[in-house]
């Protein structure tokens, strides 16, 4: 699994179909065969990211 955002390799499992980027810091989640993206704010909620990245960034390749 690469992160749609940095291309990294340093993704950790945080939950069931849940996952972090150590390199750039951004959760993702896997719905269906796709990834929502999001950012950790300060206070811990989630911003949806899903809006910068094309549905074939966000397709699952495994």
Known sequence: ???PNCN?????KIGSQQFYCWNCFIEMSITGD???VH???ADGSL???DDLFTDDERKLNW
């Not at 990294?8 to 950790?12: M, N, P, Q, S, Y």
């Open 1 to 3: 699994m690469q992160c």
């Open 8 to 12: 990294g390799k340093d993704i950790g």
């Open 34 to 36: 796709e990834l929502t």
């Open 39 to 41: 950012q950790v704010e």
């Open 47 to 49: 911003s949806s990211l």
